[in-house]
């Protein structure tokens, strides 16, 4: 009951928080940007500019889906910021790049996301198959797996989710920073400008703190229901 509020609670602020973004991301999509280049453009150009040449600028499907694929070498920019000239379409655009300048310059926190992310996916399906079984009481038959031992199993897999989440804070964090700073050097945004490309990244990070502290929540709920059985 408790994993239950926990994740009713985080997901009831991370859907603000979403919803946050959504509204930042409309409003400032209603200002044209006085240099008039769309997102596709100042994504090629700071690429340029950072000397990357060997990472394409490709349009998806969806709303806020962009992202940086570093398998492939693409920065991923919906159809909204692909073809956007606006304030939102700029900080979008730079941030991904940002993505792409990390990867560049192996951005160590980068690299360590990057060599999380298989270790994640096979914690996921241990927790998915620790938790079927605890479903259906395959804890109860003697023998076959103590409840104390699958505990201590989720409790290492949310250890492993958490601190992927926090890895990704200053991931995240930097690339919004080398954005902003090369979008106003570089002359692309004025200052009214620049501060809603700021407070739009900022929303976008906030996404990303509260799936940090839900998880470490998670994590410390486990905990606490392990020393009580210990008690």
């Not at 407070?199 to 009580?228: E, H, N, P, Q, R």
């Amino acid at each position: 009951m408790g994993l239950i509020i926990i994740g009713v609670v985080f997901m009831l602020i991370g859907s603000l928080v979403s919803g946050r973004l959504k509204s930042k991301f409309r409003e400032y999509s209603q200002t044209r940007l006085a240099q008039n280049l769309t997102g596709a453009e100042i994504a090629r150009l700071m690429l340029a500019d950072n000397g990357i040449h060997d990472v394409k600028v490709i349009s998806v499907e969806g709303q806020l889906t962009d992202h940086y694929n570093p398998t492939n070498k693409t920065v991923n920019l919906s159809e909204e910021v692909y073809n956007g000239r606006n304030a939102a379409a700029a900080a979008v655009a730079s941030h991904e790049c940002g993505h792409a300048v990390q990867h560049a310059t192996a951005y160590s926190m980068l690299e360590l996301r990057s060599a999380m992310v298989p270790i994640q996916n096979v914690t996921s399906k241990v927790m998915n198959i620790i938790f079927f079984a605890m479903m259906f009481g395959a804890f109860a038959v003697k023998g076959l797996f103590s409840f104390d031992v699958a505990i201590l199993v989720i409790i290492g897999c949310y250890s492993i989710f958490a601190l992927f989440a926090l890895i990704t804070l200053p991931v995240e964090f930097d690339a919004s920073r080398r954005a902003l700073a090369w979008i106003e050097n570089r002359g692309i945004v004025n200052r009214q400008e620049h501060d809603m490309a700021k407070d739009a990244l900022k929303w976008a990070a906030m996404t990303y703190v509260v799936a940090a502290i839900a998880a470490l929540a998670s994590l410390m709920y486990w905990v606490m229901i392990f020393l009580g059985r210990r008690d």
